[in-house]
């Protein structure tokens, strides 16, 4: 596995990859990687001739409150997870390299973003879809592949490659979670042993809606009403949303109909570590 930490060299060498026929996977994810991130590399492997995951944390996605300082970092286990399965290239730029001062461009969806997520990290779409945007001009690839644990991210990238045109195929990985339900995310490591017995709630409250939906009930508040008290009846959780919506506008839907295709999607926090997970459904 090659390791390439500047831009004019990733560059380079996709131009390479490219012009020998060679069809171009990339994975982008800010480290500290996990089996859901190994389930997308698979993806990507499967897709395409060369696998780049591209291993970043970058600041402009994260809030002036947020973790970005203690966002957790192991550049030495993602390597070996990342050579295990078969990457081809990591791509591991500095902050410097990434952000050398003086941009004044950023790439911002509008809408989709400022609802949710967007509602409570104001800013952190636009730090997302920009980052995104240069690390397809770096690393130009034909596929990408994000996971569906970030689901608004997910819907939000797809509309930026369609409505700018990218000749990019979107690949969206199932969510891989822990045994007793928990999706897997790096910041699972932040919580403490109670808040993690706590956070399997957050699954449970899907197979809740599920199981509401499954006996025929089609009204969001009624559902989101009973997610949200089994989630309360956690001493550690503090819910920040719990949104019944559609697939890919992102509305709220009041009342689910046939062939809807629904997307609930939560935000939690337990302690200082907030949590997201979602499911997506059509009945
Ligand atoms: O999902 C992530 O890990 C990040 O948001 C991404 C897509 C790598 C952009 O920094």
Redesign the pocket.
Known sequence: MRIITTILEMQKVADDLRQSGKSIGVV???GYLHEGHISLIRIAREHSDAVIV?L?V?PM?FGPTEDYKKYPRDFERDKKLTETVGTDILFVPSKEEMYPGGNLTVVDVEKITNVLEGNFRPTHFR??TT??VK?FNITKPHIVV??QK?AQ?AIV?QKLVKDLDFDIKIFIGPTVREPDGLAMSSRNVYLSSTERKDSTVLYQSIRLAQQLINDGERNSSIIISEMSKLITSKPSAKIDYISITDASSLEDLAVLRPNDSILILLAVRFGTTRLIDNILLTI
């Open positions: 982008p994810t800010m591209t970043f970058n996605q730090g997302v980052v995104v690390l994000f996971g970030d991210q990238v």
